[in-house]
């Protein structure tokens, strides 16, 4: 126990670190996914092409990425930002397709009803599109945000200090206790993480709780 | 004056859904387009905002080809009355009703309580106006539908099955509410339904069509009823149905009007 009490300033530090290494990727492939889902889903043959090698990216194995994007980037190896580069192509990857599905199950007459109306292109894609893809997508984003505060931890063989180091360290000094703690520490801020995300979804998505009342 | 030049729609599958449809709709006047499922009334009442584009032919809105308008522009100087109310989900009631003003650039507090004076003239219980489309009945979302239509002060309204998916007392209850809103605004209203009964109720001019947007018969609902064109049109509108062959009988000493069954349908009031 003392090793916990000598590590707790410690441990927050990973653990912030950690944060921003797991919702920073989720944020910035949300951002890139939803646009290029939207396109796809509107361009079947070319979108599907676009799909797959979305697929394709996320079957390439973490470390030896790790390795390379820094070479890519011209960055040092220890530079956070690798990480940060790497999980949010899986992060893209991933989101891509939830993304396309997301639009490609909006209600038909839904849509219809935005262009009888007059929506142009985009006041239909940003009013009416997105915010009804909305639920779908936080789905998407719990999924990812979760896998992604586990995969930062594989940064730390690289040397980039996140909770993970507490693995590393805890296998080289072979001292168990370490190890469980940065595991139950990783799981406490994937818990977190995700709560936010649902909290985040019930603000932005009220009209998604509503109960069918008998009117 | 809406106006159609033998128009023609065939869709990417190869279906022909009207096939040479000429028609001139005249201004402030409720033209209903009636017939069964499937004949192309939809796709006739979508070519008037763009919602379908004509394979031939052309839709002229006072002597202007809608085709060089803009489609987003056309839209909202239209209003559309969907089948089965096709309201967003999203949205709060009152914000519904408000889209079209918004998306014509009316402040959020005017176009809120334009919103809210327009679910009250259709009639609906301003507590609602604050809930989600789906927590409200299917009657009260159509009724929704109708404000959201009128709520920008088109010239046209286009009316698909509005009232199809409400049960009979409603149906009647909206279909008075519209026809006091007609005496009062004025409109060119191009209403669609496979009812008779509520083309005639409505209609200053009646479309009765076939398959394939053809049309079996255009007139006043007395014409068609007078001189109906075919066997098709007679059916149609029920001729050969006891119902509609109404005569007078002496009974109990008043003047009773009864229909081709002996059924009492009603009394002859003061002409
Ligand atoms: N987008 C479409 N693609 C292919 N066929 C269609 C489309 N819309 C309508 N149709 C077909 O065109 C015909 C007329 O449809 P519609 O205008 O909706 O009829 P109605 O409104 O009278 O029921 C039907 O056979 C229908 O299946
Ligand atoms: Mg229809």
């Not at chain 1, 921003?20 to 290029?36: D, E």
């Not at chain 1, 599109?129 to 719990?142: D, I, Q, S, T, Y």
């Not at chain 1, 990783?186 to 979804?201: E, F, M, S």
Request: charged share 20%; with cysteine; hydrophobic share 50%.
């Amino acid at each position: 126990m003392s090793w916990l009490d000598a590590n707790l300033g410690r441990i927050g530090d990973l653990a912030l670190t950690h944060l921003w290494l797991s919702v920073l990727p989720v944020v910035l492939g949300l951002l890139v996914a939803v646009p290029v889902g939207w396109w796809a889903q509107r361009h079947p043959r070319l979108g599907g092409v676009l799909l797959g090698s979305g697929s394709i990216l996320y079957t390439l194995p973490s470390l030896p990425l790790l390795t390379i994007i820094p070479v890519i980037l011209g960055t040092s190896i220890l530079d956070p930002l690798n990480v940060v580069v790497v999980l949010s192509l899986y992060a893209v990857a991933l989101l891509l397709r939830t993304a396309a599905d997301a639009f490609a199950q909006l209600p038909r007459e839904v849509v219809d009803a935005a262009d009888a109306t007059g929506h142009s292109t985009w006041q239909r894609a940003l009013r009416v599109e997105l915010p009804l893809a909305g639920p779908v997508l936080l789905a998407g984003v719990r999924v990812v945000s979760v896998s992604t505060v586990s995969l930062v931890t594989v940064g730390a063989l690289i040397g980039v200090s996140n909770l993970g180091s507490l693995f590393t360290e805890g296998f080289q000094r072979n001292y168990t206790f370490e190890i469980v703690t940065g595991l139950v520490a990783v799981v406490l801020l994937a818990l977190l993480l995700d709560g936010l995300w649902v909290l985040l979804g019930r603000l932005l998505l009220p009209w998604a709780r509503t109960e069918r009342s008998a009117a | 004056m809406i106006e159609f030049r033998s128009v023609s729609k065939t869709f990417a599958d190869g279906t022909t859904a009207v096939r040479d449809f000429s028609l001139v709709l005249p201004s402030r006047t409720t033209t209903v387009f009636v017939g069964s499922s499937g004949c192309g009334k939809t796709t006739l009442l979508r070519m008037v905002n763009r919602l379908v584009e004509p394979s031939s032919g052309q839709v002229l809105i006072d002597d202007v080809d809608v085709a060089t308008r803009n489609p987003v522009e056309l839209r909202r100087s239209i209003g559309y009355v969907m089948q089965h109310a096709g309201l967003l989900p999203h949205r709060r009631v009152v914000d519904n009703v408000a889209v079209p003003l918004r998306l014509a650039g009316v402040g959020r507090s005017e176009a809120t309580s334009r919103a809210l004076a327009a679910l009250e003239t259709v009639g609906l219980d301003p507590a609602l106006a604050r809930r989600y489309p789906r927590q409200l009945s299917g009657g009260q979302q159509q009724r929704v539908g109708v404000a959201r239509g009128l709520v920008a002060d088109p010239n046209i309204l286009l009316m698909d099955e509005p009232f199809g998916a409400v049960d009979p007392i409603v149906r009647d209850d909206l279909q008075q509410e519209l026809l006091r809103l007609q005496r009062e605004l004025d409109k060119t209203i191009v209403f669609v339904t496979h009812d008779i009964d509520e083309a005639f109720l409505l209609g200053d001019q009646v479309v009765i069509l076939r398959r394939g947007g053809e049309v079996a018969q255009v007139g006043t609902p007395a014409e068609i009823l007078a001189d109906p064109a075919d066997d098709f049109v007679r059916t149609f509108v029920g001729l050969d149905k006891a119902r509609r062959t109404l005569h007078v009988e002496e009974r109990a000493g008043a003047r009773i009007v009864v229909d081709g069954d002996g059924r009492p349908a009603g009394v002859l009031g003061p002409a």
